[in-house]
């Protein structure tokens, strides 16, 4: 078994794979063909439930521990916090950079947000999206993040890549090929990497090892 090899894939509910996060047991999954946030079964992708995003075009999500985040193309820059079991709106805030967010994720009690628009990854307050520290992308058009406790792992959509990353400055650790052309949303379950594809809706289970 190497890093980024397959260890299982399924269909996405919908055409539109954009995200994917783990919440120690179940995957989260939204869509913008439905506008729907989806909880999955990791094993098979099977719904569990579902209900519709705060806006159309829903983009990213991130799960904190208690609550998820989520960013849509609808209102570009704006951050949800959603309570799970339902979807409401338990706060929200514009993302003070002003650019659209590619990508989310929740670590070091921050929100990290990509921006295709900056090329740029941001680590932000979650009480009011205050920026905390910025640094460039490992290449054009990032999109998924997911924080591992010490690095964070990048799709690029440019490259059809996901890189691995320090969290100080951005230094790349290591990458590999995406499974599919167009790699997009990513989360990380403790043992294993989750991705989205966009060109096949696929969600690819992938080895770290």
Same mark, same amino acid.
């Given at each position: 078994?190497?890093?980024?090899?397959?260890?299982? %894939?399924?269909?996405?509910?919908? /055409?539109?794979?954009? /995200?994917?996060?783990?919440?120690?047991? %179940?995957?989260?999954?939204?869509?913008?063909?439905? /506008?729907?946030?989806?909880?999955?079964?990791?094993?098979?992708?099977?719904?569990?439930?579902?209900?519709?995003?705060?806006?159309?075009?829903?983009?990213?999500? !991130?799960? /904190?521990?208690?609550?998820?985040?989520?960013?849509?193309?609808?209102?570009?820059?704006?951050?949800?916090?959603?309570?799970?079991?339902?979807?409401?709106?338990?706060?929200?805030?514009?993302?003070?950079?002003?650019? %659209?967010?590619?990508?989310?994720?929740?670590?070091?009690? !921050?929100?990290?947000?990509?921006?295709? !628009?900056?090329?740029?990854?941001?680590?932000?307050?979650?009480?009011?999206?205050?920026?905390?520290?910025?640094?460039?992308?490992?290449?054009?058009?990032?999109?998924?993040?997911?924080?591992?406790?010490?690095?964070?792992?990048?799709?690029?959509?440019?490259?059809?890549?996901?890189?691995?990353?320090?969290?100080?400055?951005?230094?790349?650790?290591?990458?590999?090929?995406?499974?599919?052309?167009?790699?997009?949303?990513?989360?990380?379950?403790?043992?294993?990497?989750?991705?989205?594809?966009? !060109?096949?809706?696929?969600?690819?289970?992938? %080895?770290?090892?």
């Amino acid at each position: 078994m190497a890093l980024g090899d397959i260890l299982r %894939s399924f269909a996405g509910p919908a /055409d539109q794979t954009n /995200d994917v996060v783990f919440d120690g047991r %179940s995957l989260w999954h939204c869509d913008s063909d439905t /506008d729907l946030i989806y909880q999955l079964d990791p094993r098979d992708g099977t719904i569990l439930r579902f209900y519709p995003a705060p806006l159309s075009n829903p983009r990213n999500l !991130a799960f /904190d521990g208690r609550a998820l985040w989520l960013t849509d193309r609808t209102t570009p820059g704006t951050i949800f916090q959603l309570r799970p079991r339902d979807g409401v709106v338990l706060r929200s805030y514009l993302f003070p950079v002003g650019v %659209s967010t590619s990508g989310l994720t929740w670590g070091d009690n !921050a929100l990290w947000v990509s921006s295709i !628009a900056t090329d740029t990854i941001y680590k932000v307050d979650p009480r009011d999206g205050t920026v905390l520290r910025s640094f460039a992308a490992p290449a054009a058009q990032p999109r998924g993040l997911a924080f591992d406790d010490r690095t964070l792992w990048v799709t690029i959509l440019a490259t059809a890549r996901i890189y691995q990353v320090t969290t100080e400055d951005g230094t790349i650790l290591q990458s590999f090929a995406s499974p599919g052309a167009t790699p997009n949303g990513i989360a990380l379950d403790g043992r294993t990497l989750w991705n989205c594809d966009l !060109a096949g809706d696929i969600i690819y289970q992938l %080895s770290l090892e």
